[in-house]
């Protein structure tokens, strides 16, 4: 989905951890970063992000999210699509073949379980942007601050309503943000925003 009319700010996270020697001497507070695999999919026809390039042909998607620990706590980026589908034997199909078909190997919830961290431990959850393979499991952490930009927060779902619900902790990020006010996890915006992928 296009969102138009609408600039959108994409985040980008950026672990700042100096190599140089003064900071040798500084031990960093992020002292974990795990990669969990947060869904697959195979869009149809990539021409929708390109129209007129690339025709008919179709891409694989890996979805992945991130787990970092800082001493002050753990950060989730994404969610992922649904947990759900997991339990799809052939994933979720699209109505439109030229859309993604989603698969979900492994649920967050599981990989989350196997290195000890339950849902309640996470401090923050940070969020990219809000299509649906990025927030599928947002309500595994209904009292976690979520950090969103606000272009992004405001941005309705299908059916008009917010894509959160309103009880949700929520900090609006308009523009860059150190999520631990330390500088090693920042939270960057860009602007402009790639093309829903939903």
Known sequence: ???????IAAIVVALAISAGAASAQIKSAVDKLYILNCGEGVAGDISR?????????SMDFVDN???????????????????????????QAPADPGATHWRRPKTLASQLDLL?????????VAISHTHGDHIGNIEMFPQVMLLVQKAEYDWPG??????FKPEHPVTKLEGDYDVFGDGSVTIISTPGHTPGHQ
């Open 1 to 7: 989905m296009m969102r138009s009319g609408v600039r």
């Open 49 to 57: 992000w390109s129209p007129g390039v690339n025709v008919g042909k």
């Open 65 to 91: 999210c991130y787990l970092i620990h800082h001493s002050q706590g753990w950060l989730l980026w994404d969610t992922g699509i649904a947990d759900a589908i997991a339990a799809m034997p052939d994933g």
């Open 116 to 124: 000890g961290v339950k849902p309640a431990d996470i401090k923050f």
């Open 158 to 163: 299908p059916s008009g309503a917010s894509r």
